[in-house]
């Protein structure tokens, strides 16, 4: 029976058999490998397998001897936690939203091109995805910008006065992703792919209720 604390115990009971010494000896042998094979993933040990000769004919004294031989190591250390045992599914990594800026040195408003917001009106993106992607066509199409960061797109929502996605960064590579119409593979640098100038160019504005595709 288990003790209250760091240790505990086992009884073992055995089928009563008749025969020699030898036999009885056998016996015991194959038990022994047998309980090794069962308590194989569990620290425990076997002292030692009692002689023919040396098992008490009482039950109480056979308990009591084998309880004294059978030793478990702390079970604390077998314990699973519930929270292990129950929550089985690993939890998702979610990031917390980044703050984003406003770049004051980009020009939306730029002399001799279009001005990003009528752009914008021309196009008349209808989803978060589709205006993520005209204002990174706008920016490497239109500014010609080397570097296109999500604060760059964030400061082209500002100005169209649309409402900024939650998680920003999140939002352009979940149009990379699922659209394809960006390409976020470059670190801190968004670019237009062939795909997302074509859904500018000629799918934009939607018509008929054409999402773009």
Same mark, same amino acid.
């Given at each position: 029976m288990a003790k209250n604390g760091s240790r505990g115990r086992i009884r073992v009971f055995f089928?009563?058999?008749? &025969?020699?010494?030898?036999?009885?000896?056998? &016996? /015991?042998?194959?038990?022994?490998? @047998? @309980?090794?094979?069962?308590?194989? !993933?569990?620290?425990?040990?076997?002292?030692?397998?009692?002689?023919? !000769?040396? =098992?008490? =004919? *009482?039950?109480?004294?056979?308990?009591?001897? /084998?309880? $004294?031989e059978i030793d478990f190591e702390d079970e604390e250390e077998n314990t699973i936690s519930p929270s292990v045992a129950t929550n089985s599914k690993p939890?998702? *990594? /979610? $990031?917390?939203?980044?703050?984003? $800026?406003?770049?004051?040195? /980009? *020009? #939306?408003?730029? +002399? &001799?091109?279009?001005?990003?917001?009528?752009?914008?009106?021309?196009?008349?993106?209808?989803?978060?995805?589709?205006?993520?992607?005209? @204002?990174?066509?706008?920016?490497?199409?239109?500014?010609? #910008?080397?570097?296109?960061?999500? +604060?760059?797109?964030?400061?082209?929502?500002?100005?169209?006065e649309r409402k900024t996605p939650k998680h920003m960064p999140q939002t352009i590579r979940d149009t990379a992703k699922r659209r394809g119409w960006v390409d976020t593979s470059e670190r801190g640098n968004v670019k237009i792919t062939n795909h997302g100038e074509n859904l500018v160019e000629h799918d934009l504005p939607a018509s008929d209720g054409k999402q773009g595709s």
């Open positions: 089928a009563e058999d008749e &025969g020699d010494d030898e036999t009885i000896q056998e &016996g /015991l042998q194959a038990i022994n490998v @047998a @309980a090794n094979k069962i308590f194989q !993933s569990a620290p425990t040990r076997i002292v030692k397998v009692l002689p023919a !000769s040396a =098992i008490p =004919i *009482n039950e109480d004294e056979l308990f009591e001897e /084998l309880d $004294s939890k998702k *990594n /979610l $990031s917390k939203p980044p703050i984003m $800026s406003i770049v004051k040195d /980009l *020009n #939306l408003r730029p +002399e &001799g091109k279009t001005w990003f917001r009528d752009f914008y009106t021309q196009k008349k993106p209808s989803t978060q995805e589709q205006a993520v992607t005209v @204002a990174v066509y706008y920016l490497k199409r239109v500014l010609e #910008l080397d570097k296109v960061t999500p +604060e760059h797109v964030f400061t082209c929502f500002k100005d169209v």
